[in-house]
């Protein structure tokens, strides 16, 4: 962590200084706005702790609820959004808290004795197979703490106004008009920008006339977290449970002794009319306990509990205009579907990631309006995936005995099908901010589309082994990994256009590195490398001081076994790897192509952007995203 370039600080460094619009920030809501996020789910407050590193901006969050969320409904957070914990500040913090999920145990009937059930097989998990971070189970209501969190300690000090409802809104040609309720009444605010964060019953979603398409399950399941004294042997290790009464999914929860359960209830009748929403809580653990025999659980404590339907659905466009956006809908605003594949909050989370940093681009002139246009591109098939991944995942859990012909088959899948629910199956298609012709064979392992995967490199400056993805925070850079060739000559000739570039995207007066992060990795040891070019080693901050921590070294030492060089596919010739502020590759160059990488960033941004006067704000602009 690097804090002290804008002068010493004695403090707590994750709180940064408050510029622009944090300044003074006022209680109430202004009557106009940058960007009004509806709703304080985990999209909602991802995009406002994103947003607060651009203080130029006046971005509000409204919520109906009176206060933050007590008892948060989803807990599964994959290897992915731990990843995105990591930008924000957190993933070690709520790591430390959160339950592992280490093993999953696989449980069928007893074939000597069907009416009881019996431990069939046991899998490890598949986090640490495919990323260095854990798959965590934590409570939603701590994630959006975290996000809260880093809201308030960014620059432009964004907190939630709660007790404020939406009602309704009219898309203008210039900006949204948008009746809010609160204790003084109600208004209209107008926004630039409208962000749907407000849950399967979105009332933005119905504000702009979109639909969710898709059909229900009519299959039930009841949920509780709970405090149990049981003799079942596997309470602390997630579980797949099969049974003649039968299913439960049973997850272990942060703190040692909760847990959640996911309780078959059966088919739904056609004519239900949800009724079956009403099940007493007492019958969903009388069930379970019947699933469960010879094992029983005495339950002391419910901490939460619902029943819902299996329902799989996608909004019809998650815009309110394909061309020119200016209402977008995140989360479960634009997709449902089961809880039970542990993708709710983490999908959600990545659409909130995906269009924060396009926002404030575009509201600070830094890139053009049509890449709001990439949003529901780039999301949309996403979320189908999800459903059709839910859809097959949930018809698995849903199975009875006599249904299954390979006992393996759940547990097969849960690992063949690893990479898409722990986020990293993700893969944009080519646009202007996903380049179609890639070099791909210069960096095999950095597919073009995907997430960047970081690996472990040496810092030149002080020898330490750090992770190099791990350095890309949620700043609102781009960032360009530019992997040398062996003999240095060609890293050198590139640096020399690129510092050219660099500048020509960088609005006036701001550091060099205020919208591109250039870092540079050698392939030998770190001892060796002596000869850096400037590029690399920008002055930062109002004191000039240089920043000594973009360069690193792949080579093994004392602290490191691996080299990204062989980890990545990356050749003696070198590469460069540019990759978005949401952390997914966006093209693949050879260092001796400056000019391609020139020709990419003229589609994907505006060069010496203008001051951008946001419609209400009176902050200088141009200095791009806050550091």
């Not at 700043?475 to 020399?496: K, M, N, Q």
């Not at 500048?503 to 770190?526: M, N, Q, Y």
């Not at 930062?540 to 093994?556: I, M, Q, W």
Request: glycine content about 8%; hydrophobic content about 40%.
């Amino acid at each position: 962590m690097q804090f002290h370039h804008h002068g010493y600080v004695s403090g707590d460094p994750r709180v940064q200084n408050a510029a622009g619009t944090g300044i003074d920030r006022p209680a109430e809501l202004p009557d106009e706005v940058d960007v009004l996020i509806v709703g304080s789910g985990p999209a909602g407050m991802l995009l406002a702790a994103q947003l607060s590193q651009f203080p130029q901006l006046t971005t509000r969050i409204i919520e109906k609820r009176d206060g933050r969320l007590a008892v948060g409904q989803a807990d599964g957070i994959q290897p992915r959004s731990v990843e995105t914990f990591e930008a924000f500040g957190f993933a070690n913090r709520i790591t430390a808290e959160a339950y592992n999920i280490g093993w999953m145990n696989f449980w069928a009937p007893d074939p000597e004795n069907p009416d009881r059930i019996v431990r069939h097989s046991r899998t490890e998990d598949y986090a640490y197979k495919i990323s260095e971070y854990p798959h965590l189970i934590v409570n939603q209501a701590r994630v959006l703490d975290y996000f809260a969190e880093a809201a308030a300690n960014g620059p432009a000090r964004i907190t939630p106004d709660y007790g404020v409802e939406f009602l309704g809104l009219a898309v203008g040609v210039d900006a949204v008009e948008v009746r809010v309720r609160a204790a003084t009444g109600e208004r209209t605010i107008r926004a630039r920008y409208v962000v749907g964060c407000d849950g399967a019953r979105s009332g933005v979603r119905q504000a702009i006339g979109r639909t969710h398409v898709g059909v229900a399950a009519r299959h039930a399941w009841g949920v509780m977290d709970v405090l149990v004294e049981t003799d079942f042997p596997d309470w602390r290790i997630k579980c797949a449970i099969n049974a003649v009464a039968g299913n439960i999914l049973h997850i272990p929860r942060e703190g040692g002794y909760l847990s959640r359960m996911y309780i078959d209830l059966g088919e739904v009748a056609e004519d239900d009319d949800h009724r079956v929403r009403q099940t007493p809580l007492e019958e969903v653990i009388a069930r379970a306990n019947a699933i469960l025999h010879p094992y029983t659980i005495d339950v002391r404590q419910v901490a939460w509990h619902s029943v819902y339907e299996v329902g799989h659905r996608v909004t019809d466009q998650f815009v309110d205009d394909l061309d020119n956006p200016r209402v977008f809908l995140t989360g479960d605003a634009c997709h449902t579907h089961s809880a039970k594949a542990g993708q709710g909050m983490n999908v959600s989370i990545q659409d909130g990631f995906n269009l924060g940093w396009k926002l404030g681009h575009v509201l600070t002139g830094l890139a053009p309006a049509d890449l709001l246009r990439t949003y529901d591109a780039e999301r949309r098939p996403v979320a189908q995936q999800l459903i059709d991944f839910d859809r097959e995942w949930s018809a698995l859990m849903a199975r009875k005995p006599g249904e299954i012909t390979d006992p393996d088959e759940l547990a097969t899948y849960y690992l063949a099908t690893a990479e898409f629910p722990s986020g990293f199956g993700t893969q944009y298609a080519p646009s202007a901010i996903v380049s179609g012709d890639a070099a791909a064979e210069l960096a095999s392992g950095f597919p073009v589309g995907k997430r960047f995967k970081s690996a472990e490199v040496v810092r030149v400056c002080d020898g330490n082994p750090v992770h190099l993805g791990h350095h890309a925070k949620a700043d609102g850079r781009w960032r360009i990994y530019v992997f040398a060739d062996a003999a240095g000559s060609a890293l050198a000739e590139w640096a020399a256009e690129a510092h050219r570039i660099v500048e020509r995207f960088t609005p006036e007066g701001a550091d060099l590195d205020a919208v591109f992060d250039v870092k540079a990795i050698f392939p030998g040891r770190w001892e060796d490398v002596v000869e850096v070019p400037a590029l690399f080693r920008p002055r930062s901050g109002p004191l000039g001081l240089t920043d000594l921590e973009k360069v690193f070294a792949a080579a093994p030492s004392a602290w490191t076994t691996s080299d990204i060089f062989v980890e990545r596919g990356i050749g003696a010739e070198g590469a460069v790897v540019v990759v978005r502020p949401d952390q997914y590759v966006a093209h693949v160059l050879p260092l001796t192509d400056p000019a391609g990488l020139e020709r990419f960033l003229a589609g994907a941004m505006a060069a010496h952007p203008a001051s951008a006067e946001p419609a209400a704000t009176r902050v200088a602009a141009g200095s791009g995203p806050s550091r």
